[in-house]
């Protein structure tokens, strides 16, 4: 059974930065394409981005792009997202998501798609 636990939320002002953590415990970690998403109160979960296997090849939502950067460390099973020119707007629970077959960015929005989930790490960003 696969396990991802995200780190790294936190409280900080807007125009701020932040970057999280997502640890994946298995051996086929290197093979999992990966993906973050958010859901902030009353709302709906949004995607966020997504990165491939190699890390060769990133995916990220209109509203973060340009300020959100993901990657991974394979050696280290880990994932990063990290987050800058932080807004009020991106307060929200932020989860990643692992997906042991290839997954092709223009379905990476796509949550049902993956197979293994976190439990979620707050981020709360001050006006």
């Known amino acids: 059974q696969v396990q991802l636990v995200e780190s790294g939320g936190g409280l900080v002002q807007a125009g701020g930065s932040l970057r999280l953590s997502c640890a994946a415990s298995?051996?086929?970690?290197?093979?999992?394409?990966m993906g973050w998403f958010r859901q902030a109160p009353g709302k709906e979960r949004e995607f966020v981005g997504f990165?491939?296997?190699?890390?060769?090849?990133?995916y990220y939502a209109s509203s973060v792009k340009g300020r959100f950067t993901i990657s991974r460390d394979n050696a280290n099973n880990t994932v990063y997202l990290q987050m800058n020119s932080l807004k009020p707007e991106d307060t929200a629970v932020y989860y990643c998501?692992?997906?042991?077959?290839?997954?092709?960015?223009?379905?990476?929005?796509?949550?049902?798609?993956?197979?293994?989930w976190g439990q979620g790490t707050q981020v709360t960003v001050s006006s």
């Open positions: 998501a692992g997906r042991i077959r290839h997954l092709d960015a223009e379905y990476s929005h796509y949550g049902r798609l993956y197979d293994y």
């Open positions: 298995g051996r086929t970690f290197g093979s999992y394409a």
């Open positions: 990165i491939t296997w190699s890390g060769g090849n990133t």
